[in-house]
């Protein structure tokens, strides 16, 4: 089955990038529920270049979402010479989409040679000492959605046709280690309450039961959410270096006496969004300084 990312679809976003940036960007941020208003949080060094929404692309489908705008923002630093994408947005299986249509803004972006790329989103806690606001640095994940964007033909380049990875891809050691011990640092560092744990990617559109909420947490993971799994399975298919982070926007149903609502979650978020985006600037900061030095 493969991608649907046509040749066409691929050369019109690479011609975007060439345009907006002198160098092709070195990490690819997609931004979660409720993350829509955080980069009014970048460090000033961060200029900003061009942007593009999906629907603006050959062939791109866009996300119906709210506070999903789905679209590709770009932004240069002179002084490391460096560039980074955000994508405010994703598209998500629960819209009525495949997993290959699902991955489709990442994999546009690794197909372009963007090699490192950090996964946010909004999730429901299911530890106890877990509250709302809180950030959860994911360290691995559970796919639970019954889906896979690997699922038929091994994937293929549109321009080269050769197989992005492996038929059988291991999926061990899919999140960074060295980057989750780094951005847990940054975060505490501007004191923001984070814990690390496993994330479990269900389907949607549906919240969990309470005896769903309860058989999780007896499992021992650390966040349940509606996206993400998929994206981390196709870039570590692709070769790419992943971190993921999740902004607890409430606890698993059940765990307390609030009723679910996507409007509140989003308001949730966006009062600690902020803070993530900032770890996220300084850990990139860090580690391109690192690999100029």
């Keep these: 089955m493969g991608y649907p990312i046509s040749n066409e679809t691929l050369t019109y976003y690479k011609n975007f990038l060439k345009k907006a940036s002198p160098v092709t960007p070195s990490f690819h941020v997609v931004l979660g529920s409720g993350f829509g208003q955080a980069l009014s949080g970048l460090s000033p060094e961060w200029i900003l270049k061009d942007q593009i929404l999906f629907s603006d692309i050959p062939n791109m489908i866009s996300t119906t979402v709210a506070d999903h705008k789905g679209s590709f923002v770009v932004y240069y630093n002179e002084k490391l010479n460096r560039a980074i994408q955000f994508q405010t947005g994703r598209i998500h299986g629960y819209e009525g989409h495949s997993a290959q249509t699902v991955v489709t803004p990442v994999m546009l972006a690794r197909l372009a040679q963007i090699e490192s790329f ?83 990617g269900l389907l949607g559109p549906s919240f969990e039961t309470h005896a769903e909420v309860r058989l999780f947490a007896s499992w021992g993971l650390g966040a349940v959410g509606m996206s993400t799994v998929w994206e981390a399975i196709a870039l570590k298919h692709s070769g790419a270096k992943i971190a993921g982070i999740s902004l607890i926007s409430n606890l698993g149903a059940g765990l307390s006496s609030q009723s679910l609502n996507h409007e509140d979650i989003v308001q949730t978020c966006r009062l600690s969004a902020h803070t993530i985006v900032q770890s996220i600037d300084r850990f990139i900061k860090e580690v391109l300084t690192n690999e100029k030095n």
């Design 118 to 200: 950090i996964l946010t989103n909004a999730a429901g806690g299911l530890l106890p000492h877990m509250h709302a606001g809180d950030a959860m640095v994911i360290t691995d994940h559970v796919n639970l959605t019954g889906q896979n964007p690997l699922i038929g033909t091994n994937p293929t380049s549109p321009l080269t046709q050769l197989e992005i990875g492996p038929r059988f891809t291991d999926m061990g050691n899919c999140y960074h280690k060295a980057w989750q011990n780094q951005i847990r640092k940054i975060l505490n560092q501007l004191g923001h309450n984070t814990t690390e744990g496993v994330y479990l």
